[in-house]
Each structure stands twice: as structure tokens, then as C-alpha cells.
């Protein structure tokens, strides 16, 4: 028997479909293990060694896979091909080595681009080594994140009260969005004027042309900045005869995109669909781990954490093939697409994302997924086709027109443009970040150098210029990109940590910071300028890759980067509170303090007039005071007028077609939420509460009266026929069959879930391990039977740590054991190390006599009160 090991139970499944009998696939669920949340995990005085903690959830898990190991000829560790499924095989592999669950079986590592019967099987025929460059490569990246969220976060804390903690890479990608927002605030719009000309040929054909030029002199879009200028240049046009000076065609191609990378789908996913970078990967995993059709399993994409644009020689051929079949040769380039990535990053060895199998359209595929999936499966197909088409072809034209007016001389320009062949345009075109006016895709009609055009109208517009845009999630993650800040598998999670530590928040597909996340940026930019520094995480993310490549020793990193940190640490140690305000104050003066009419100076006081406003620190976090406290007490939110009385009030959605009540929503004291109606005098009136990341503003009529309809039925279980229902709880959004409860994914909506994802969820629910005891003390790990004195010793996690007791008799376990690793025999050691010192187990009052007057709380009544005792540090 072979043993295979793979992260999830829809992948083990697939799997072992494809290996047959001789095979067991076992699922770990993910990484089994990691730096417990505490100090000390990571010791730089100990050449940075690492105390790694098994998941609890995972034990069971790894206990079963140590027992197939025990029976089995060979180990197979088939995770994911990047560095991630790397750090998994690894830690699977060392658990099982403690566990002595190896003898001479051989172990092997195989890897596969796509869950496909032929990928797997060649895979298994070309296994390897467990690739320790990229395990160095994981464990140099979760060694400084560990050291630097373990040695910020606290300095926050205590400077900064009310912050919840900084990291390596989410610091840096919170820099970029308040560093838009501080752009925003110091914007100052400036005014401008474009004149516009309709005109038309002498075939009555019109067009518009724009003001260039005037006297010999050009001009650009910002030159006209007052209505005067404006209004001379419209009356000179208006009275002016119109001449083509020239017209130039010019031929032009524009190439197809390379296939996606995971950054350009998350980007182009947010922009056509809406989605969320963390939905994007949840819908793309679920595409890569397979679906059933036909009675069989199957990947429908290749793996989708990648930087790579290659694709496959076979995949190329074939998409080709099918290129020339249902668009027509003249669709078919010469010569198959090659794509090259200018990334440096290890990973960019993979594939480009693209479908298993191309004859595989969208529109089938959407028979048998979910919407959603198959919205992402359609962009996929699209793409990796589109980038092996044919170029389009156009023509884009710029006609020169002089009009004469008197002695003046005004130069304007119209520009069109005209598809020729569309080739690649007629399956795909990439969408933008921003709405872009494009004036060359307009078509110009025909004219000829020397006609005379007749003037239809001279229009001026005002405009302002804009400030620009705040980062959508798209955004951010190619801004991200361009930047060299964060890898592929880490994008998604950042934002979500973002989102979820309420640093930002998502407003109409835009991100904000809130006030906490600016001031912990501002702490970072004033303190540890050097490690918000783009340029520096960006050569840190190089370093790695070169830990990644075999090129850097992943400890000598750890230690230049240790060496700088921790001074640069000590040096803020012993600033006061005060003197870290006043950097804030001067570094968030536009958003905190800004510009007022009443006076000159925007930090006076204006309840007393003689203090000045300063940013203080509270116990729920930071404000706005006087700073002639306690004479003056005013104080204020962050920014002026936030949360005032208007933000409480009821917006109204729109009426329930049903009952004809009105739908709000309204803020309370636990955050948003919807409410129908206002009740009847002795009946509350029905309310729900607006999803996590939902913002009130992006609430509408539909989705407001889904969530107040809730719970709903999904469909029926295809087993057992019971109803598979939908709601929301206490602990957030879930599906429910049975006395099953499984709580719903980030990326599935509780009102659009249907029944196949309902299924799959309460299905991986009942093989998850119970998450432990709610109540009560941890009962612990029993190891074993005392060989001297009998009695079960057993290993528990303790209010100070872990430890094992035997017979009352306590014991903390050294730094690098934990309750899940420690043996019986060296349990032992540590008990009767303890006994030794003096230590006595605990003893039992004798039986009191019922005659005997107690208290009630089992004491003397005439007895003095026991002492309370501390635990002893052992435990």
C-alpha cells in the first residue's frame, strides 16, 4: 500500500479515483502546524530555531496518517507545487519522523500543475526530494513575520493604546492606501477649459475636433484656466471658416494579453465582476480541486498561485487547434504565442492559470458549477484562448484643421479610429482599473487635405481637475505587484487582514483607511520609516527569492535583518506617549486638523480658544482634546463631524413588496442593520444584521430583503432528502442539515449559496475533528501509566504554559516540547525531577461527618477562610 498525502478532502478524493486500488489518499486539511502565538517561538540567540505547535484540529488528522504510514511501502507527499505546499509536505514529513512513524519506507514528493487523471499519473512517475531551498525560503518568510509582528505589535500597545498590531507586508500595503488618502486631502483642484468643435464634411457627415493650438503655439489640456479665455477663443471659433490641413492614417496592431497570472485574475475578476481577491481564489480553488462530470472528477484549471505567463506546448497546440475550428484560420497566428514573465520570484517556474481542457466552453461548464465559478471559469477560458489569437489589426486617423479668424490662426485636431480585423477582440478584451476616455476609438468619416468643413456648434466646458482615485482592490493588488511587495499566495490574505482589523474598509468597491489604520501608519512612517518602505519590502521579497533559489543562506538573512530591527526598537523605547503624539499630530495635520473659516489656525480650541488641539490616546483609542485639560474639556472624534447624529439616523431602502413596510438601515450599538417597519406596540419590529464587510452604503432593497427573509432552504440533501437551510447566526452566516451546522466560507453568500456548495460545506463539517471542549478545564493528553507508582500522567495545556501532571503533581514542559509531542518517558523525567525537589501531590479532605456545620461552601462554619493560594509556576 501506498500512502498519498494532499491538503483537502475534495483533492484526496479526486485522487484517489485516479490512482485505484494499492493507493490510500489522506487528506491533512492544510498546514498541520505552526509558531505558537507567543514569545519565544522564534529564538535569534538560538540561530533562530523555531518551536513549532501542532494544530489541534490536526492531530487527529496526523495520528491517522501516521498509522496508515505504519503499514505502508512508501510515503507519497503530493501537496501543492509552490513554496506553500512545500512547508506542508515538510511539516508532515517531520511530525511523522516524532512520531516514529517511519521505519524503511521510501518518501517521495510528486507534484502536478492540474488535477487531471494524465497530470497525476506522470507525476507520480517523476517523484523527487522534498525541496528544502523552498522549505529554507518558507522558513526564513515565517521567522520575520513571526519576529516582527512579535516585536511591533507590543511597541504599539504601549505607545499607541487602541492599535491592534503591525506586520511585515500588511504595514506597507496600509501605507499605500492612506498614502492615496493624504493625496486626496492635500489635493487642490484647479480649473480649466476645453473647447470642443462640431463640424461637418461636405457629405453632411459630422464629427468633433478639440482646440490644439493658436498663433503658432501649442495647447495643452490645462493652458485655458479661466471662462475668459474660454469665451475668446468661442467667439474667434464661432466666426471663423474651417480648412483640412491634413489627414494621416496609420496602420496599428494591438497584441493579445498573456494568460493569467493570479495577480491579473483577481485584478480582471474585481473589475468585470465585482469580486473580492479572497472570493477569487476561493472560486479558483474550488475549479482547480474538480468537479464531477460524467461520473468522473476533474481539475477544470491548473493551479492558480502562479507568476508564470508560460503555458504548456500541449495546451498551446491544442487551444490553436480549436482556435482554427470554431473561429477560422485567419484567427491562428503563424507561430504559437510565447510570453515571458520579468518577475524574479521562484514560483514563476509554474504555469500561467488556463482550463485542463480547452474543448471544455464556458457554457458547458456552467451547466455544472455554480454562477459564480462559472463567471471566474468563463474569464479563465476566455483569456488563455485570447492569447493565442491573432492580433487586431486598425487604422487610427488624425485629422489637422485650421480655422481662420481674421488675422488669428486656430489650430484643432479630431482623431478616430477603425478596426480592420478584430482577431483576438472578438473573443476578450481586458478591462481598466479607472474609466478611461478614449477619443481615438470614435471613427472619424472620410475627408481629404484642402475641404472646407461647416461649422455645427463651438462648445466650452468647464472642468476641475481630480484628485486621484482611491485604490479598488484590483488596484491595490497590481499597484501591489508593480511594487515587487507580496507574492502570489499572499495577496488576498492581505487585504483581508486589512478588512478585518478594521485598519480599512471597502466603500462602493473602494478602500478607506479608517482613522486606526492612519495612525498606525503614521507611527510606523515617523519610527520605522525604513521598514514601510517600499523599496525595502520589495528587496526583502528579492532576498527570499534568492533563499528560494539556493543563493542565500535563509539564517544570514534572518540575522542582518534581526541585527537592524532590534535597534531600531531600542531606540524608540524609552520616547513618551507625548512625543509620539506630536510627530502624529504634524504627520495626519490635513486629515485631523483641517483648513477652517472661522480662524486662521486650525488647531485652536474652539471651546476655550486659548488651548490647542492635539491627537490623545484613550482606553477605546485615540481622540481629538483640548490641551489646557482638565480646564477645557472638549473633545472630538478624529476628523470633524464624524459619527455625528446624521450617520444614527434611518436611511431608508424602499418598501417590502409583501407587507408594504418600509426597509431601513440604521447604526446601533453592535454596528449596522436592517430593520422592517417599527413593530407593533407590543411587538419589536424584525431586524437582521448587515454580513461582515458589508458597508451600510452598499446596502440596496433586494439584498436587504434576502437577509430579513433568512433563514432560507437551499434544496434538499441528494442522500438523506432533508432540507439543506441557509441563515444567519451568532457566529456568522451558515448552512444547516440535520443537527449539522457548518459555517460558510469567505467568498459564499448566504442569500445566492446553492445546493452543491451547501453539500460540499456540511459534508467537509462532518470530516473535520470537533474543535474540543467548549467548557471546562482541558482534560488533556493522557501518555500513559506511571511504570513506578501506577496512575495516569497525562500532558495539558496551562494557564502558563504547557505541562504534564501526574497524581496532582505538576510539571512545565522545556520551551522546545509540546502536549502533543512530549513522550511518556520524558513526562516522567520531568515528575520525578519534582518529587525530587520536595513536590507532593495533592491530597483529599477526609469525609465530614453530616452532623457537622458547614457554610455551605463545604467550610466550617466557625472556621476561619482559607487563604487563596497561587498556582504553582510548574503548572
Partial sequence: MKIVVVESPAKAKTINKYLGPGYEVLASFGHVRDLPAKDGSVDPDANFRMIWEVDAKAQKRLNDIARAVQNADKLILATDPDREGEAISWHVLEVLKEKNALKDQLVERVVFNAITKQAVTDAMKHPRDIDSALVDAYLARRALDYLVGFTLSPVLWRKLPGARSAGRVQSVALRLVCDREL????????????LLATLATPRSDTFEARLVGAD???????????????EDFKRALEAAT??????????????PPPPFTTSTMQQEASRKHGFAPAHTMRLAQRLYEGIDIDGETVGLITYMRTDGVDMDAEAVTAIRRMIGSNYGAEYVPEAPRRYQTKSKNAQEAHEAIRPTDTTRSPRDVARVVEPDQAKLYELIWNRAVACQMQSAELERTTVDIVAMADARTINLRATGQVVKFDGFLTLYQEGHDEDEEDEESRRLPSMSAGENLTKKEIAANQHFTEPPPRFSEAALVKRMEELGIGRPSTYASILAVLKDRGYVRLDKKRLIPEDKGRIVVAFLESFFQKYVEYDFTAGLEEQLDRVSNNELFWQDLLRDFWKDFTAAVAEIKDLRITQVLDALNDLLAPHIFPPRADVADARQCPSCSEGRLSLKVGKFGAFIGCSRYPECRFTRQLTPGENGGADNAARPLGRDPETGL????????FGPYLQLGEGAKDEKPKRASLPKGVAPDDMDLDRALGLLRLPRQVGRHPESGEPIMAGVGRFGPYVQHGKTYANLEEGDDVLNIGLNRAVTLIAEKKLKPSSGRRFGADPGRTLGEHPDRGGPVVAKKGRYGPYVSHEGINATLPSDKTPEGVTLDEAVALIDARVAAGATGKRRAPARKKSQKTNGRGQDAEAPKPARRKRKAAE
Fill in 183 to 194: 493625496e486626496i486631502e492635500k489635493f487642490v483642484a484647479r480649473e480649466y477649459w476645453s
Fill in 216 to 230: 503658432g503655439r501649442k495647447i495643452q489640456r490645462l493652458d485655458i484656466g479661466s471662462g475668459k479665455e474660454a
Fill in 242 to 255: 474651417f480648412t483640412v490641413d491634413s489627414v494621416e492614417a496609420k496602420p496599428a496592431r494591438r497584441n
Fill in 662 to 669: 418600509e426597509v431601513t438601515v440604521r447604526s446601533g450599538r
